[in-house]
């Protein structure tokens, strides 16, 4: 018997070459059940990161990765068993593990096209309430709603469609609806909390193993295959010795997660690589212009096309939705997308694909952003610069439905000016609310007029698009990490991670964003004066503090 197949015979199982475990072997039955079905072959053809305008070698896809995840989660769950004795009160504790790895398989089963550039569209205006309400009903969890509201909880959007996918295609593998309740919770990361005995403390502790904010089997995979992939120096993970290490501890009378101490350097070695991946990857400006135009030729789909959704369970079931009398689309991947954006003629797809003709950035790291306004900003003055963008952001999508920086844009901005100033002048009643908007309006106009001043001075096209990025914060910040319990031999009760290391410590962001500023270049392609920019934003900056 091997536990890298979940416990079966070799003989009875499916062995695939993989490029960072060597092979991973998986049972017949699942292999028959989910891996040959239509719906998880799709995700061949769903990419797996952004990465790839700045990594080329990039195009590996969530079929391979949730093959990994789900390698790494029968290490986890033969780790654990390997202590059973210690889990005699934890009835169907084998079907528990089996659930556990079947949602590592199945924990992007519902992924949307091209990474996480659209799973934002498989929500209602922003809220996940739908997606909710339909695992509720499914798994048929009655405490999950409250949890929901009272824990704040709020999963990505792919991972709820996958719970949802999952569990209509695959109902057939779950003999209760607690093992549906916990597999959902396993892909969500939404632990028990009204029920606190040892069972549902036990499997909370499972649920972190798949889903949690510091280490689990999903990030591991995903970790070490990005890294491997695309060629970017990082530090090494000992994935081995550190699920290995895994155990979990009845503590206080509560069942808890510990690590052996041989495991110390490589929860450091998972933060630092995930530090990097984030900083310098993730939040690049290439990476994040590329999913600005994806997201804007999907709005360009979607005004084509009207209502048809084609973010939705059926659109990635093999009955698909309708998008026109023409076309269909079923079993959704990143092909369908560029299908669709290959029929529209639209500036953005036109820039996605001559890349030549694409936008550059003003600065190319969250580190330059900060060094540009370092130099004669206090921190007061640079909080109006970035509260001012930031209404100047929303104002964009509001009256324009975009986040470019142009003479359309800056006329519309115009338009609803004197728009809002006629209602004034109609509308006495509401004078002051009016009065407050239009002040909203011109100062945002002003901030157009600041950038396309800008470009005049430094001979370039009026023509530049601002994206909100996410500001980094180390994981070594997290509380969680530094809570990370570790046990030692010689003492009878586990210590924080925080405690017996003297790792590099991180502060938490006292701001959560930053900003690009894409512009086109000049056929000449000059350098752009920085100092300038800053010094333009600076004295806009400083009229508002003393109006």
Not at 435 to 463: G, H, M, R, T, Y
Request: aromatic share 12%.
């Amino acid at each position: 018997m091997c536990w890298c197949t979940g416990g079966f015979s070799l003989l009875n199982c499916k062995r695939f070459k993989d490029p960072i475990y060597g092979y991973i072997d998986i049972e017949q039955k699942i292999i028959s059940e989910i891996v040959d079905t239509a719906g998880f072959q799709r995700l061949r053809n769903i990419i797996q990161t952004s990465y790839a305008p700045l990594y080329s070698s990039a195009v590996h896809n969530r079929f391979v990765h949730s093959l990994g995840v789900y390698h790494l989660g029968c290490i986890v769950t033969q780790t654990v068993d390997e202590d059973r004795d210690s889990f005699s009160e934890i009835e169907a504790f084998q079907r528990y593990l089996y659930i556990f790895r079947l949602a590592c398989l199945l924990h992007d089963l519902g992924h949307a096209p091209f990474s996480h550039t659209g799973e934002g569209y498989y929500l209602e205006k922003g809220d996940r309430t739908l997606l909710h309400n339909s695992i509720i009903e499914l798994s048929n969890d009655s405490d999950l709603q409250e949890e929901i509201k009272n824990r704040n909880y709020n999963a990505a959007p792919h991972e709820l469609m996958s719970v949802i996918v999952s569990l209509k295609q695959f109902d057939n593998l779950f003999q209760s609806e607690a093992e549906k309740s916990f597999f959902a919770r396993c892909i969500t990361g939404y632990q028990y909390v009204k029920k606190t005995d040892a069972l549902h403390a036990f499997l909370n502790c499972m649920i972190s193993l798949l889903n949690s904010s510091v280490i689990d089997v999903d990030k591991l995979d995903y970790l070490i295959r990005d890294a491997y992939i695309t060629g970017f120096e990082t530090v090494s993970i000992d994935y081995e010795r550190l699920l290995r290490s895994i155990r979990i501890r009845k503590l206080d009378d509560k069942y808890e997660i510990v690590y052996l101490k041989g495991a110390i350097s490589v929860i450091e070695n998972v933060v630092y690589a995930h530090d990097a991946e984030r900083k310098w990857i993730q939040n690049h400006p290439v990476v994040q212009y590329e999913a600005y135009l994806l997201q804007s030729a999907i709005e360009a789909i979607k005004e084509k096309y009207g209502d048809t959704n084609i973010f939705s369970y059926d659109a990635l079931t093999s009955t698909g939705v309708k998008v026109s009398d023409e076309y269909k689309v079923s079993l959704l991947c990143d092909a369908d997308i560029i299908f669709l954006m290959k029929n529209l003629d639209n500036e953005s797809i036109d820039e996605y694909y001559e890349r030549k003709n694409r936008r550059h950035p003003l600065w190319k790291s969250e580190s330059e952003y900060k060094a540009i306004f370092n130099v004669g900003f206090t921190d007061n003055l640079f909080e109006i610069v970035e509260k001012s963008l930031e209404e100047l952001c929303k104002y964009l999508n509001f009256v324009n439905k975009s986040q470019e920086i142009n003479e359309k844009a800056l006329q519309a901005c115009k338009d609803d000016l004197q728009k809002y100033l006629k209602l004034a002048e109609s509308d006495t009643k509401n004078k002051s609310k009016h009065d407050a908007a239009i002040e909203k309006k011109k100062k945002c106009l002003q901030w157009l007029n600041v950038l396309k001043s800008f470009a005049d001075s430094q001979k370039i096209p009026f023509d530049f698009v601002i994206i909100r990025a996410n500001q980094f914060t180390s994981g070594f910040a997290k509380e969680a990490f530094a809570k990370i319990k570790i046990e030692f031999d010689m003492l009878k009760k586990p210590c924080y991670f925080e405690k017996v290391t003297n790792v590099l410590r991180a502060e938490k962001s006292v701001r959560d964003k930053f900003y690009y500023l894409y512009y086109r270049r000049s056929e000449d392609n000059h350098s752009i004066d920085l100092k300038e920019f800053a010094i333009l934003l600076g004295q806009t900056a400083m009229k508002e503090v003393f109006e």
